[in-house]
């Protein structure tokens, strides 16, 4: 029997999710035997030629990581979707729009300014800002453009799985791997990870308190940390108790609170808005005044909150964009 194509591919990302399969450490070697990798441009040299010469459908699946903010990373989205039977969108910038999907606050003019003008770091006496074309003694030059918006793969193509983290835990990639192997994949749509709390798997988890008092919250470097208790309990934001499980507790392990880099299980439409929710939940029993010192002790809370999922959030789905 032959081997499924699997390819790979990243958009507007960081490269951490292709770091992720390095991690799979000697399991690539069970990996590599088990399928045909027929595209993979950050690890071999692949052309976006290769993916146009392959007939529809050809790869059997394909993972895509990072969100979408150039023409050419649309493109290649509408390509890998077109040659692929299974499309994966791998890690949380290509599931929910990730920390590229912050730009959304902002908008392109605002952005391009920003950082070929106003950026302390910046000289450019010559008010040069990328243009599409650009004609030099050794020819034309194209770039993609810049696009509008950071849109999830989702908003772009049709998506078949969800493979959620920043990066995708090792673990979670094996399972998938091994689904996709046995032919035991769910059903289309499904994010593939436990679908219930981080706070359900995170070691810390008997010491959360039933009510919590929080007077302040703090970040990590303004407390010594206790390594046993729960973090959100010494006042850190720890999103945890609104995020999907799966990773483990990666960095409630390592003294770190939990950002929501796996995203809301599946009972939450907008991670943003629950996050927001439950931390206001936390604070119904106070007076005001003491209210307003807690929210005023969040610092970023548009980043806290939206920190990974902004362009699939409700408030950026109702600009219409
Ligand atoms: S440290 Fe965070 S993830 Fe762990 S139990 Fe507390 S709130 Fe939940
Ligand atoms: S603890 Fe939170 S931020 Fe860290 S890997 Fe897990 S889900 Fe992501």
Redesign the pocket.
């Known amino acids: 029997m032959s081997k499924p194509k699997v390819g790979f591919n990243w958009l507007a990302s960081c490269g951490g999710c292709e770091e992720a399969i390095i991690d799979l450490n000697e399991k690539i070697l069970d990996v590599v035997a088990a399928v045909d990798i027929v595209f993979w441009p950050c690890a071999m040299d692949f052309k976006k030629d290769d993916v146009r010469a392959m007939a529809d459908g050809e790869m059997d699946v394909c993972f895509v990581n990072g969100a979408i903010r150039t023409s050419e990373e649309e493109e290649m989205a509408h390509l890998m979707r077109q040659k692929s039977k299974i499309l994966i969108a791998f890690g949380s910038c290509s599931h929910m729009g990730g920390i590229p999907g912050m730009g959304n606050f902002f908008s392109k003019d605002s952005i391009l300014k920003n950082s070929y003008q106003e950026s302390p770091s910046t000289i450019n006496l010559d008010g040069t800002f990328p243009q599409m074309e650009t004609i030099t003694p050794l020819g034309e030059v194209e770039l993609p453009e810049f696009l509008e918006y950071v849109r999830t793969l989702n908003q772009v193509v049709d998506v078949d799985y969800y493979l959620p ?2 990066p995708p ?1 090792v673990r979670l990639i094996t399972e998938a791997l091994g689904a996709i192997l046995e032919n035991k994949l769910p059903p289309k749509g499904t994010v593939l990870a436990p679908d219930k709390a ?1 706070c359900d798997e995170c070691p810390r988890k008997e010491t959360k308190p039933d009510k919590m008092e929080i007077a302040e919250f703090k970040r990590p470097y303004q407390i010594i940390v206790d390594s046993e208790k729960c973090l959100l309990g010494q006042g850190l934001m720890c ?2 108790p609104v ?2 499980a ?2 483990e ?4 392990k390592a003294n ?1 609170p ?5 995203g809301p299980t599946s009972r939450v439409q907008d991670y943003g808005a629950k996050a927001l929710s439950g931390f206001a939940s936390i604070l119904t029993s106070m007076e005001e005044k003491d209210v307003e010192a807690v929210l005023d002790s969040i610092v970023d809370p548009n980043g806290t909150f939206y920190r990974y999922s902004l362009p699939s959030s409700m408030m950026f789905k109702s600009l219409g964009a």
Not at 249 to 252: E, K
Not at 258 to 262: L, S
């Open positions: 983290g920043c835990p981080l999103l945890g995020t999907r799966g990773c507790g990666v960095c409630t770190m939990c950002t929501g880099c796996q």
